[in-house]
């Protein structure tokens, strides 16, 4: 299979500084990438996930130039990003930053001209694509309205749009349906299958895990600054064959309690999330046992003076995959 | 003719926004009338009943027009000033606005985005000089001296340097992510020693020398002679040489610091911070 972007051995380390009166008073390295390789093939769409401060972002912006690495190196259809920066660029449409990315005091057609200028094109092949742009995205007429009047799932149109307009092999897509609601965050994912069904690549970061579940051939679990996983999510859910997953919601979950369930046999994770909205607790827990633990834990809980809200045992999600492998929550 | 397109893109699209934000107009017209106003009360204060002091100025300044030398002075800070701090500003807004990174992942030149948006700050600059030159020859009654084709060059001379400078202090926006206290700190230093309301001779000695290490303290001295003591070309061609010579050198030492600072913010990958 033909690559589309290769990520070499790459490595991005900071020095973070301690000072005290402008003296520097400890240096200390932190690896934000640590030996990261991975390869995105043509045509496919390739999920990068990660938790806050596992490495996704460094990668990303290493890819596209934002960010130079340590160490490594970086391939866009073959141009090593480091060394031919401007030819690399040609060969990625991005969106970063979401519906900040775009000028909100232009109209969406503006803003794809502009861009469309930056990537080259002339004005008459400028005007050209943005038509062809604003047609699929579905603007319906709002296509010369200003973009601070639009909805954020609009805004988010024109960021894409703006991704779109150089007609780059590779697409890089930042968190793209964040902030939406459901209805524009699934029109966002069909133009995303759609982008694949023109044979074109899109490296994508979402914390959505039903999205990544839906719209990736790959997925790259990040965490630490490595990759500790890569593959389908067919078979990163498969991997979790011989794991459980209950997932329990309570009006209170005291460390106490997770400690204790955590120390039962067979249980091997115990993730704690607390919901504003609700003010409860949900306590997911992976365990290689049958059903029997089920009561051990309700015992734990009663014992605990907390109440049960919910109950569920449930198949292994990409969620839960995510959860075994980083002993975090994706939205953590 | 592909950094000429980006740099068109950049003019267009902020010559657009600008006319969405029409506030700019007001200050066009009402900046140049209010801002040598104080310097002139104040001299017609100092300058006594009888208007004594003038003849001393003259004596300092080479010209008895004491309003036409302050409003010419203005009138090219105005135009060095409103220039100038595109380039930073610029900057600062598309990183405030979250645009910055957007047209950095483009493949074009970085310092192109900077000409963009320093030519629509140049292009303000154009009709405050032509508004001031009528509100200052209507309103305050200034005889104006000189062709106007050299009224023009003057104000050309400046170009170099305050591109030079200008690049200068986009480089320290993206470094130091702040744009205010370096702007309050380097305007006023500048204001006085450029001389723009008062002949730079009054000034102590070592501060004359410091003000001939800044082109538009030549340059602004140029304008007073074409526009208030009626000098010709040759008679200023001096001051025009070494407000070129110092505005090229700091073209180049901008250059030089915009080129390491781009490589600094790509090595903290700290674009979009601010």
Known sequence: MEKAVEVKELKKYFMSKKKKFFRTIEKKEFKAVDDVNFDIYKGEIFGL?????????????????????????VLVMGKDVEKKPMEALKNIGTVLAGDRSVYWKLTARE???YFGSLYGLNKKEAAQRTDAILKRLGFNGKEDELVEKFSTGMKQKVAL?????PNAPVVLLDEPTLGLDPQSALNLREIILDIKKEGRTVLLTTHYMEEADFLCDRIAIIDGGKIIALDTPEK?????????????????ASDKLVEAIKQMDSVEKVIKEYKEESRSYTLTIHHTDGNTIIQKIIDSISQNKSQILNINVIEPSLEDVFIHLTGKSLRE | MRRL??????????AIQMVRYPTW??????????????????????????????ETFKMAAGTGSFKGFIVVGTMAWMWVNTTMWGFGTYLREEQMRGTLEANWLCPIKKFDLLIGGAVVAMFQAIIISAVSVLEYRFVYGIHFTGNPLLWILMFLIMIPGVYGLGILFASLVLWAKQANAAVNVVRGTMMILCGITFPITIMPSFMQSLA????????????????VSGGTLSMVSKDIYMCLLEGIILVILGRIAFKYTENKVKNLGSLERF
């Open chain 2, 5 to 14: 397109r980006t740099i068109t893109a950049v003019v267009k699209k902020d």
């Open chain 1, 161 to 165: 749009g703006k991704a779109l307009i």
């Open chain 1, 49 to 73: 996930l990660g938790p806050n401060g596992a490495g996704k972002t460094s990668t990303i912006k290493m890819i596209t130039g934002l960010l130079k690495p340590t160490s490594g190196e």
């Open chain 1, 111 to 113: 803003n794809l001209e």
């Open chain 1, 236 to 252: 990163l859910k498969s991997s979790m064959n011989d794991i459980k997953a209950i997932k329990i919601d309570l009006s209170m």
């Open chain 2, 212 to 227: 001939k290490l800044i082109p538009f303290t030549y340059g602004i001295s140029a304008t007073r002679q074409i526009m």
């Open chain 2, 25 to 54: 107009i007001i200050q066009i017209i009402i900046w140049p009338l209010i801002f040598p106003l104080m310097y002139i009360l104040s001299a017609l204060g100092f300058a006594g009943p009888s208007s004594a002091g003038v």
